[in-house]
């Protein structure tokens, strides 16, 4: 029994408020998650169907040292939840002319993959590990998961001298430049700010850091999908006393005196002592509090689409970035014009390849991700007339590059549209991976994890600090609790 709780409401159950419930129940909170859909996760949830097992959003488990500490600071071992299998080679990025560059987190055939390119930027590697790795150990420590109010704090944080050294005066692209001359090895590991929101020629260049972190600490896909992932955080909360209700849309924040005092649900009042919401703050701003939104700019659309197919596949590994033969017009036609570049980028994984159990015997599973711009920026319809269009070009590149899968292959077929991204997740005009990570989106320039116009409410996840991406909500969820300890008499 615990003694005087106070009562914490988590309004979503994706992964920042699966995250954050464990932690303030710890902290002698009594929380109760309220989530819209059927099952938990969010973004990160599941479809199974037919024998076929797919994972609607995110594919790839990168940092899993973020999930043991966040498991071991609970005094939990990350491992008695869930299983990891090593995915490697990691992701395999194919060009037009059939190019290829095979990322490892084994040096030595990383090595080797290079010298197909490019004797000189084999030496390039080391100094690019060098170089991220000093960048992201000073990130993480300092920067990355610390809150801060203001730009003075946050580069207090860093200590000023180390401003320079995390690129953040440079572009990614050209902080990437410095290690490499051979165009495809920039443009692969450019290709990250894909769903970052921005070119590589906008975003900082202290996000040339995410490929290093896949690198040096590997790339996972948990046993049963990232679901397997979903599933232990899920155990974690009933273990630590969190009460999920599931099919329960909260309608607004209830607000008194400028302080969140409650939710409403079902034409009933549900009180608490502080409100936490894990749904995009664009979304939590306008549709729960009524207000005005940010004027952020947004992380791009997606299609995606999730293929039972009746056979296995040779010609592609778990993982696969198609990327197009101009790759800066690409990001200009996705960000700037807003329109879908007509050398189409995308994303292919076929998980059942790494864990068997995901399709039935001598078939697959497989997913295919397309950006695209958010649902206002676009002039055209997003609908399922254009997700048609743009699956002829994934066939059409299909041929191009000799992948041995054809329309007639597919057996179950379910599509995603931005439009369902945003009626289902409550995603912010169906941006998928919420505000971008242009320099005056991050940091203390991001949505805040405390609203400034409202007492006691908080945000965790990707729309606030530090961004998007599994990992980042996870460490959102200890940035947000600390908060909310430093605000709030236990
Ligand atoms: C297609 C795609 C691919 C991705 N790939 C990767 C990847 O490979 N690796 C990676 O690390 N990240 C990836 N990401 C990003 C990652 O999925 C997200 O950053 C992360 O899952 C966001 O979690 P969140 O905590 O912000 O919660 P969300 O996923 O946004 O969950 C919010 C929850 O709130 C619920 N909700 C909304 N409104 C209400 C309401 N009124 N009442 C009650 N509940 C409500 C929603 O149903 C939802 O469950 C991908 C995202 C997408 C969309």
Not at 49 to 58: I, L, R, W
Not at 113 to 126: A, Q
Not at 363 to 379: A, H, Q, R
Request: net charge positive; charged share 25%.
């Amino acid at each position: 029994m615990k003694k005087n709780p106070k009562k914490a409401i988590i309004i979503g159950a994706g992964i920042g408020g699966l995250s954050i419930a464990p932690l303030l129940s710890k902290e002698n909170f009594n929380v109760e998650i309220y989530e819209s859909q059927k099952t938990v996760g969010g973004r990160a949830n599941i479809i199974s169907e037919e024998g076929f097992t797919f994972d609607t959003g995110p594919s790839l488990l990168n940092y899993p040292w973020v999930y043991e500490d966040y498991f071991s600071s609970l005094g939990k071992n990350f491992y008695d939840y869930v299983k990891l299998i090593k995915v490697d080679p990691a992701v395999n990025f194919l060009w037009r002319d059939k190019k290829n560059f095979q990322l490892s987190s084994d040096l030595n055939s990383l090595s080797d993959e290079i010298s197909k390119f490019s004797t000189k930027d084999r030496l390039g590697i080391i100094d690019f590990f060098k170089s991220s790795q000093k960048k992201y150990e000073l990130a993480f420590k300092h920067i990355v998961t610390k809150n801060a109010s203001n730009v003075f704090s946050w580069l207090l944080n860093a200590g000023f001298r180390n401003i320079l050294k995390l690129g953040l005066t440079n572009s990614m692209h050209g902080e990437i430049k410095k290690f490499f001359e051979e165009e495809k090895i920039i443009e692969a590991f450019s290709s990250y700010s894909m769903y970052l929101g921005d070119s590589p020629y906008k975003l900082p260049g202290f996000f040339s850091i995410l490929p290093y972190g896949e690198l040096q600490y590997g790339l996972w896909m948990p046993k049963g999908g990232m679901y397997g992932l979903v599933r232990g955080l899920e155990k974690l909360n009933l273990d630590t006393n969190v009460k999920i209700n599931t099919s329960s849309k909260i309608k607004k924040i209830i607000i008194e005196n400028k302080k969140a005092i409650g939710v409403s649900i079902d034409n009933e009042i549900k009180y608490a002592d502080l409100i936490i919401s894990n749904v995009d703050s664009e979304t939590t701003y306008k549709d729960l509090l009524g207000l005005g939104v940010n004027e952020n700019k947004m992380t791009p659309s997606v299609y995606t689409y999730y293929w039972g197919l009746n056979k296995t596949v040779d010609s592609l590994t778990h993982h696969t970035i198609f990327l197009p033969d101009d790759f800066k017009k690409t990001f200009n036609q996705l960000f700037s014009e807003n329109i879908i570049p007509d050398d189409l980028p995308f994303y292919i994984s076929i998980p059942s390849k790494t864990d068997k159990d995901l399709a039935p015997k001598g078939k697959s599973s497989i997913f295919v991700l397309i950006p695209c711009p958010t649902i206002s920026k676009f002039n055209e319809n997003h609908g399922l007339e254009k997700a048609k269009e743009l699956k002829d070009l994934v066939f059409k590149r299909f041929r191009e590059n000799n992948i041995d899968i054809s329309n007639e292959d597919i057996i179950y077929e379910k599509i995603f549209t931005p439009k369902e991204w945003k009626n289902q997740y409550g995603l912010f005009d169906g941006s998928a991976f919420g505000p971008s990570h242009n320099f005056n989106q991050i940091g203390p320039f991001r949505n805040p994890n405390k609203s400034k116009k409202i007492k006691n409410l908080y945000f965790v996840g990707a729309s606030t600090t530090p961004g998007t991406g599994v990992p980042m909500c996870v460490l959102s969820s200890k940035m947000t609790k600390d908060k909310i300890i430093e605000d709030i008499e236990i």
